[in-house]
């Protein structure tokens, strides 16, 4: 599972890093067809709510699954509760069934991590840390366990679907030099489809019945 590790590092890089070299972006309206490796993609997951998009998700046939914050909604400082909550959503039936059949990664965000906007001062980061890194089942000796919470130094960019069982429909927008599109209100999820020969990524934000909401080709 090692490549997994590479792989969630090169998402990192792609919506994390600055670069001086001007890359073209082309928005797409007809369907890409061939690729060599897809990676799916969501965030904002209320572990109460129903999320219907697991099978429309599968149907995209991704090799990896990313978790980009939020897996659940547990603001708290009892790790049972949220242990629960992990649980819980583990269970789910429908995500259960996804995760017979897609490797998993992850981040998490605020909610997932124990407190709303949080960061090094909440008092439970290393009993969260490993609650999440047990939820996407990551060995007890695998290196991560060792990184501390305080020593993440690197840059976060907003890159993500708006959400997989609600969306903030009444989000405005704000002022963004760097936006390249508008902002998906509908319920969704990403997909990255990597085309390693021509050096590109097709993305995408797909939501119910994988209707597609929004598609941008990325050459490198």
Known sequence: MNYLKYILLFFILLVSCKTNKKQEVVVLNTKVVSNDFTIAFGSCNNQVLSNIMWSEILKNIPNVWIWGGDVIY?????????????QKQKAESEYANF???????????DHDYGLNDGGIEYSKKVESQNLFLDFINVDKND????????????P?????SSGLTHSYKNFKGEPNQ???EDV??????????FDFDKLTVTMQMRGED?????ELLQSY
């Open 178 to 180: 760097y936006r390249i």
């Open 74 to 86: 547990t603001d708290t400082e009892d790790m049972l509760l949220m242990a629960q909550n992990y």
């Open 156 to 160: 976060i960019i907003d890159f993500t």
């Open 99 to 109: 995760i017979k059949n897609v490797a998993v990664l992850g981040t998490w965000d």
């Open 210 to 214: 994988n209707v597609l909401q929004q």
């Open 184 to 193: 998906v209100f509908e319920k969704s999820f990403g997909i990255l489809k």
């Open 143 to 154: 290196e991560r366990r060792q990184q501390e919470v305080d020593s993440l130094a690197y």
